[in-house]
């Protein structure tokens, strides 16, 4: 019914798009210059664009580089300043939004996917995130367009794998589990196969596995020659094992339903809580009506998606077989995540997915099996580890939206009134957006204080820069302070039986900055900057 895309339109409501996305992403920008940085790990992607620009603050290089790769352009421009990483995010939305656009225009007509791409911008779990310089919406955006190249080189031209090749590939080295979109590429070649097999000649075949070799090799190579090891093979042991996270950890929660739980807050909310800038968490938020509207949508289209398979078989008995194997390999999905390992339980939920498919042959519907399967996916990926961060579930604001957009257009039909419909929940989510960016943007209360900190040594100690410096928020600091600051954490050296005194000996630290440890006394340092706030921020001095 949506199917058939009227170029031209597709092409006014890109533009149209283009153009919203640039003022709206230019206002983010704004917004996050104002709230500054608090979160540890945007830190460390500050200090790795300040080595890939030849200067040395330190720096952590078995994370993933590609957004530290790009922000270290604009620092060798000499533009060094946390601004040019929310640009660099400002701009890999904007992509991420087009991205999505052309996603959904594979599938629904040009305005109806124009106005679903607007309400996932506006989605408070992306708006709190969209541009902060964290990995996880950049990620998503290289990922959303390595599956749009994929889509395109089955259906229009085989050398459309390429880019689709290269997007992947940044996709993961932007953030290492964002690689699991290489499943659904896999999915949507597979429901696809003969299409595929048809465009396969021997020539494109060496080629396609040459081109893709040898990146893998340059990768590796690099990798080896800098740090002398892969480092995403221990990220990906890390993640699919349990056992090697600590509950030290602030982020760690064993609660397999906590995105679930947690789904209203990320989609829309009032504005933040209380504890947000102490937690930097969207789930200690208050999610509003249109929340439950978009997740009553979701459940409805679930609910007719599973329930088509009953309308797809003449035979009862094959049916009914159908529908039991379905079952039991549910079940087995369930009991292997639970006591086996969450890798097979994404086997299996992509073989329930695969056989589904066949057993329906519905073709008219490819989009739906591989938005389920991305939304399946992340979503055992993330509840399965036991460190819960609200960021580490974005990529499923996609399927969910594509979801939403789905279910209207099978309650409605008619194409006037699902436009119509879409556009009121779109209206609805306008001044919520509006209201609940106006709450974010402030600055961090305790970014503020341990900013003024790294500005009272510096002019407490001109020739603080030749000095040992140590911190619980050593990255945090290196960055203020533009050298390198060791990371010392008492809580972590407590887990390990060390002591913190023997850890500030071992580097010899002249100052120790306690911005969250709530030190009272260090053997042999003396407290020489206390802030006397309800955020603690202290500098002990080595006497």
Known sequence: ??????????NRYLGLLAVVMV????????CQSIRGISYWDIFVYLQNAMLFSNINIGSQLGVAPVLSLITAIPFRMGFIGETSLFVVSGILFIFLVIGIYLLFNERFDAEISFVASLIFSMLSLIVTWAVT???DVPALCFAVWALYFTIRGLKSNFNYYYPAIICFVLAFFTRFTEGFILIVMGYYVLINFNEFKRQLTLRRILCLLLFVLVIGLVICGVYISYQGTIPFISQFLEVSS????SSVNVGYDLNP????ENLPQYLTSFGVSDSYFTYLSTSNNAPTIVSYLLLALVFV???????????YDDSIYNRNLKVGTLAVLSLLSIITYTHVSYMITEILFTLILLLYYMWLQDNDNQMDYMMVLWMGIFIILHSYHPVKVDRYIIPIMIPLTYMMTRAVTILLKDKKRILAALTIILILMLPINAGYMMSITQENPHTHEEITAA????QYDPNYSNRNISSDRGVVFSWYLKKYVYTTIPRVLEANNESLIDKLDSVNAKYYIDSTSNTTNITGYTCIYDNNRDIHVKIYERM
Do not use: H, K, P
């Open 23 to 30: 003022v709206y992403a230019t206002i983010l920008v704004y």
């Open 242 to 245: 349990s056992s090697q996270v």
């Open 133 to 135: 310089g964290a990995t």
């Open 455 to 458: 500005e009272w040594l510096e």
């Open 257 to 260: 339903f906590y995105y679930l």
């Open 301 to 311: 289209y679930l609910l007719i998606f599973v329930g088509n398979i009953r309308g």
């Open 1 to 10: 019914m949506f199917d058939n895309v009227n170029l031209s339109d597709s």
